[in-house]
């Protein structure tokens, strides 16, 4: 049992060290490690399960700081409790080019790093993606293997955020009650104290969304254990509400915003020196208390050794299964799954919308694959998202992989990325595209993170119909393409949506979006390839005649217009080659050699995609031809607004033969 005097010693390791790398580097938030360096403390030495020697030990509790402005507050946990990676140099080089202390924790920098936080709000919605996933991966392979808390630091920020309210709700509905959120109540954000934006009274609205709720003294060991205890006996999440000073100690800045994101300066640390008694030079712990940090540390390795036993000894095949999962790879037979599948639409020619191909796709994959999990956001039946193997996860049964979120697409997006980083599953959700919107925050988080995040967007442009120009995507291609290391697939039968679909699955460090049509579209693809072309990003779909007079170039349901413009010209003596180009990324990492002559040099170039131009100049040229949008969309049927838009293969047909003759 730590004493108290112990307890304040090893929290005050956590304070300086912080205060210390935000002085030194002249940047950052010093105020959130020391008003919560007596949770971290007590979760760290008495509750939490990690081993730092093994970091990525599945069935490890997970500590998600939400608060990422407060990033000093992992790295001093994670450098005082051993993890190898967090020397007392990455401490030093803070905020430095390079280093794995990056200003905010960054997934894959250090290890311990479970979620990349910053955003406010993200680390929470993630985390119910997290207690999710440790729930459906319990209920496959048993408390033997899976058994494991959520953990969240959460500040003001967080909790103002409208994703919290998302998240928070989901979390109580599905029940997630190991999942435990400690709220640095401390009244200061950013322009001085919360009061001057908001008085919610933040233990009721969570008990109003299902949970456990409580105002403790986050100050105090006891009772911070006491509260923690609670929790994990608790039949619903819990939200602890811990009062706290911002930059305690510090002698005039604590309990104000001036703690928040700057250094404390060198009186207001001498003076913090003082306070707490520790006359110790920056960066150097006392002996007896680094030792104390890393006994903690090692508390957890026979809880990791014992699991590891019982994974030796578990069913041989569910100790395979179990350990594939983990690994992110596939079943063996995937690709033989998804390559017999297509062999079959090439022969039955489906017309049908992509929503649909994609939902044809996932039928296949669902039951090839048992990780995936499926969901939507209140649009099951648009965004054709659930298949014959996915029924509703429940809080009475979460051995099922669908998720109703609701109408919270944040939600769902940083539900996601949750269950994804959690490991051992395949998340994909949808909404429509319009609404990526709504989901884009996390969307971006994916691709910074490099994960497997799959999300469905269906009705993805003005051929949805009547809904409307507040429902047509037009700008939202381009938007999502211009994320970095996001794989944005518009697929313009099933076959290629059968290939987006393995792609994506196949993408373990990159996030895929998959753009879906509402209206249906013949087979284009009615020769089986074994490749899978949509790979290469963009590819030649129908050769021209003779030498090529235009090309064109088309993705989605603007591929059969293409098709169509090239009909048209051919029979009027223009030899035209049409390239569908499923995915800009992907097409941006072929070789130049394979680029140059995909584009090729026909004298006429012209896109067609029913957005805006925006990106397309890659492939036509400044001087290039666009058919497409170059505004909002309007209400109507499919059938007027086309033809309303100038989106036809007779108007492109049109245009194309009109640069001809000025040649
Ligand atoms: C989405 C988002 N908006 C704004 C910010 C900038 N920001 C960083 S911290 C902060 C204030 C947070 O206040 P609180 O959560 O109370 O943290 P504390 O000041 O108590 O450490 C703001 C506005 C951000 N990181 N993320």
Redesign the pocket.
């Known amino acids: 049992m730590t004493s108290r005097e112990q307890h304040d010693r090893m929290a005050n390791a956590i304070r300086f060290l912080s205060m210390d790398a935000v002085e030194k580097a002249n940047s950052g938030?010093p105020?959130?490690p020391m008003?919560c360096a007596d949770i971290a403390t007590v979760l760290f030495t008495r509750f939490l399960k990690y081993d730092p020697k093994a970091p990525h030990w599945a069935d490890r509790d997970r500590f998600i700081l939400s608060?990422?402005?407060?990033s000093m507050l992992l790295y001093s946990l994670l450098h005082l409790t051993g993890y190898e990676d967090m020397t007392i140099d990455q401490i030093k080089h803070f905020r430095q080019l390079g280093s794995k202390t990056a200003g905010h924790p960054e997934y894959g920098h250090a290890t311990g790093i479970e979620t990349t936080t910053?955003?406010?709000?993200q680390g929470l919605a993630n985390s119910v993606g997290f207690a999710l996933g440790e729930r459906i991966m319990n209920a496959a392979f048993g408390n033997d293997l899976v058994d494991h808390y959520t953990y969240v630091l959460a500040?003001?920020?967080?909790l103002m955020?409208g994703v919290s309210q998302e998240a928070i709700a989901l979390a109580g509905h599905l029940k997630l009650n190991k999942l435990i959120v400690f709220w640095?109540n401390?009244n200061?954000?950013?322009d001085g104290p919360?009061s001057l934006s908001d008085n919610t009274d933040q233990v009721a609205r969570f008990q109003a969304s299902g949970w456990n709720a409580s105002h403790i003294d986050g100050t105090d060991p006891e009772a911070i254990a006491y509260a923690i205890e609670a929790a994990r006996h608790s039949d619903k999440p819990t939200m602890i509400a811990c009062k706290t000073t911002?930059g305690f100690g510090a002698p005039t800045k604590a309990g104000t915003?001036k703690a928040?994101?700057s250094p404390l300066g060198a009186d207001e640390i001498a003076g913090a020196r003082k306070f707490f008694n520790w006359d110790l030079p920056p960066f150097e712990i006392p002996a007896d208390i680094l030792d104390a940090w890393r006994t903690a540390g090692k508390a957890g390795a026979k809880a990791r050794t014992d699991w590891e036993g019982r994974l030796a000894k578990a069913d041989a095949k569910l100790k395979a299964e179990f350990e594939r999962r983990l690994s992110g790879k596939l079943p063996s037979n995937f690709d033989a799954v998804i390559s017999d599948y297509k062999k079959k639409l090439s022969v039955d020619k489906p017309k049908v919308a992509t929503r649909k191909s994609s939902e044809m796709a996932l039928e296949v994959i669902n039951g090839a694959v048992p990780e995936t999990i499926g969901g939507s956001a209140d649009l099951t039946g648009s965004n054709n998202t659930k298949t014959s193997q996915t029924k509703n996860i429940t809080s009475d049964d979460y051995g099922q992989r669908y998720v109703h979120y609701g109408i919270r697409e944040h939600g769902m997006a940083a539900a996601i990325n949750g269950l994804t980083l959690h490991g051992g599953l395949i998340a994909y959700g949808g909404t429509f595209l319009c609404f990526s919107d709504y989901a884009r925050p996390s969307m971006r988080l994916a691709s910074l993170m490099g994960i497997r995040s799959i999300f469905v967007m269906t009705h993805d442009s003005i051929g949805l119909g009547e809904d409307g120009p507040t429902h047509q995507p037009v700008e939202h291609m381009a938007a999502l393409r211009a994320i970095p290391n996001h794989n944005v697939f518009r697929p313009a039968d099933a076959v290629e949506a059968a290939e987006c679909w393995q792609i994506a699955l196949e993408s373990e460090k990159t996030p895929s979006t998959l753009a879906l049509t509402r209206q249906n579209l013949p087979t284009v693809r009615t020769e089986f390839v074994a490749e899978n072309l949509s790979s290469q990003g963009a590819y030649e779909l129908a050769a021209a005649s003779g030498e090529a007079a235009v090309t064109i170039f088309a993705t989605g349901s603007e591929v059969e217009i293409a098709l169509g413009a090239r009909d048209l010209l051919e029979k009027h003596g223009h030899p035209t080659r049409v390239v569908s180009v499923p995915c800009f990324e992907l097409f941006d990492k072929q070789s130049d050699g394979y680029r140059k002559k995909t584009i090729g040099n026909a004298p006429v170039k012209m896109a067609i995609e029913a957005g805006i131009r925006q990106g397309w100049d890659q492939f036509i040229g400044s001087d290039g031809i666009f058919v497409g949008m170059t505004g909002f969309g309007a209400s109507g049927t499919i059938e007027q607004l086309y033809p309303h838009f100038g989106i036809t293969a007779e108007a492109a047909a049109k245009a194309a033969e009109a640069r001809l003759h000025t040649r």
Request: net charge negative; glycine share 34%.
């Open positions: 938030h105020g959130l008003g608060a990422g402005h407060g910053g955003p406010l709000g500040g003001d920020g967080c955020e640095d401390n200061i954000s950013i919360v911002i915003n928040h994101g």
